[in-house]
């Protein structure tokens, strides 16, 4: 089966770190990717693991471990705007003809002054 | 972002109303999707198309069809649904869906509500 976990709810403070994990066991496995979604937004691209290892982009650095079927988001220095869901997907070459995301049901992050 | 957009963003309709969901992608890609998004649900694949061809149906019910009659142009046309159809329907688009490096860009929705 197919399926991506990932908290449903987490709080922290502004100027704080946090850290959303994701775990996942999928068919295969072809990249994981982080989008951000503001309430009544589009998600936004945040960040693409494909190899072991930490991946950094400004505030945000995305981690994963592909023998573990694990992935974390880590968000630095944390702003108000960053108030957000967060979706975990996995790129599975099984599961579709195009090798289709398959989501979690994203965590909702609320940054609290 | 605005590479890809969505038209209408709200909808209200009678389960009997024919009504269409439009979207558009400014960014050359080649593919475009449809996902459904439900409350504390992830994020459902409907339909995906590649170079106009439909690739993809993830067993949705007739009563969604979508068209596709250029790279640039999605559409979903909804006949008599149901009130558990209400949700946020997402278009997205990307450039190579057979690429380990593609990424799918989002629009921001039509948030329809089925009375």
């Known amino acids: 089966g197919q399926n991506i976990d990932q908290p449903t709810e987490m709080t922290a403070t502004e100027g704080a770190i946090v850290q959303i994990n994701c775990t996942y066991q999928t068919s295969g496995f072809n990249g994981l990717f982080w989008y951000q979604q503001h309430a009544g937004e589009a998600p936004t691209f945040l960040s693409y693991?494909?190899?072991?290892g930490l991946e950094e982009k400004g505030r945000f650095s995305s981690f994963l471990s592909r023998s573990k079927g694990y992935s974390y988001l880590l968000l630095k220095e944390l702003q108000m705007k960053d108030s957000a869901s967060y979706l975990c997907?996995?790129?599975?070459?099984?599961?579709?003809?195009?090798?289709?995301?398959?989501f979690g049901k994203g965590t909702k992050l609320s940054v609290k002054p | 972002e605005t590479g890809v957009t969505q038209t209408p963003r709200h909808l209200v309709m009678g389960m009997t109303n024919k009504k269409s969901l439009k979207c558009e992608q400014h960014l050359g890609h080649n593919a475009m999707y449809w996902y459904k998004q439900s409350a504390k649900k992830p994020l459902e694949l409907m339909f995906v198309?590649?170079?106009?061809?439909?690739?993809e149906n993830n067993s949705v019910p007739s009563r969604f069809s979508p068209e596709c009659p250029n790279s640039s142009h999605l559409f979903l046309h909804l006949h008599t649904l149901q009130p558990e159809d209400s949700a946020l329907y997402l278009c997205?688009?990307?450039?190579?869906?057979?690429?380990?490096?593609?990424?799918?860009?989002f629009g921001p929705g039509t948030r329809l509500t089925v009375l």
């Open positions: 198309y590649s170079l106009e061809e439909r690739v």
């Open positions: 693991n494909v190899l072991d």
């Open positions: 997907a996995v790129r599975d070459p099984y599961g579709g003809s195009q090798g289709n995301l398959i």
């Open positions: 997205a688009s990307s450039q190579d869906p057979a690429g380990v490096l593609d990424t799918q860009y």
